[in-house]
């Protein structure tokens, strides 16, 4: 499988560039999937540089890169820390991330990511995972559907969602993607019917794999990771996490206005470099993932 069939990079050369690479520095791909940023970041590194990434899909392991300054680690990046430490490492550079799902993911079927094909109702990223779709759709109350479609979604009629979906399983479990589909029924209508499904998948996908959490505790320790005047390289691809990022930058917090000291001034352990970068045209022409994008990139201070 070539790097390009398992995930075209969004935004490559503007991501690594955010980096500001040192030869001899050591920087993280917490994302790593097929590769193509690490190929990027591994380019411009000389023979003391080092790159570590992160995977926990099983999946991308076929993709590691055969050279003796690279490291993948197969686990999810919230534990970034602890695994850097069993690297020897207490401080990079900077750090890559690539949020969201990778193209291989959602082309082959069987993962249950993408709408396009019937499949087990699955959406782990991690096939550790005990928790998948499944378990989601038919054990979980009308309620907490409701919470999740509405909070991971921001679906309108969350609640009627959850309601048609609790309705079908009495009729037995929704084991496929079609059957969830089916449960959804007159919600669908035919010409919006990927654009109403579309936000819910996302919801699920994001309930199962945790990413909100994963991203928040992903965050709150990059000020300890990255040295003074390390760089920050974020790809979000929806509103949820691009406001996490844009508050954590802004703030150091997810949430309200930055802590002060005595005399006033802002204690934040970022600044933004330059403003929010959006693919071009021509990228999103050739590979239409790219067109909900959204890069950040900040300095440790």
């Not at 680690?73 to 799902?101: A, Y």
């Not at 994963?214 to 990255?226: D, G, M, N, S, Y």
């Amino acid at each position: 499988m070539t790097m390009s069939e398992y995930h075209n990079p969004v935004l490559l050369k503007e991501t690594v560039d955010g980096l500001a690479i040192k030869p001899d520095g050591v920087y993280v791909d917490v994302t790593f999937g097929g590769g193509g940023h690490s190929r990027e970041i591994m380019s411009r590194l000389g023979e003391k540089g080092r790159l570590i990434a992160f995977d926990q899909d099983e999946d991308a392991l076929e993709n590691a890169i055969d050279d003796a300054r690279f490291t993948l680690v197969n686990e999810n990046f919230r534990f970034i820390k602890r695994f850097l430490r069993f690297q020897g490492v207490r401080q990079v550079d900077g750090i890559l991330g690539d949020f969201g799902v990778s193209s291989h993911q959602f082309d082959v079927a069987e993962r249950g990511f993408s709408t396009r094909f019937d499949a087990g109702l699955d959406m782990r990223m991690s096939k550790r995972n005990e928790l998948s779709a499944y378990e989601v759709v038919n054990e979980y109350s009308e309620e907490d559907l409701r919470t999740v479609l509405r909070m991971y979604g921001e679906i309108k009629n969350a609640g009627a969602v959850a309601r048609a979906i609790v309705a079908h399983r009495k009729n037995g479990d929704i084991k496929t993607t079609d059957a969830l589909k089916n449960a959804l029924g007159r919600l669908l209508p035919a010409h919006r019917e990927q654009k109403i499904l579309a936000p819910i998948y996302q919801a699920i996908r994001i309930e199962v794999n945790q990413e909100i959490e994963v991203l928040k505790e992903f965050l709150l320790q990059t000020p300890e990771l990255i040295k003074t005047g390390g760089r920050l390289s974020l790809i979000s691809y929806h509103s949820l996490e691009d406001r996490l990022v844009k508050n954590f930058i802004r703030s150091g917090k997810f949430e309200g206005v930055p802590e002060k000291d005595f005399y006033g001034n802002p204690l934040v352990p970022f600044k933004k470099v330059g403003g929010l970068i959006k693919p071009a045209n021509e990228e999103i022409e050739t590979n239409n993932r790219a067109r909900s994008a959204r890069l950040r990139i900040a300095e440790r201070l």
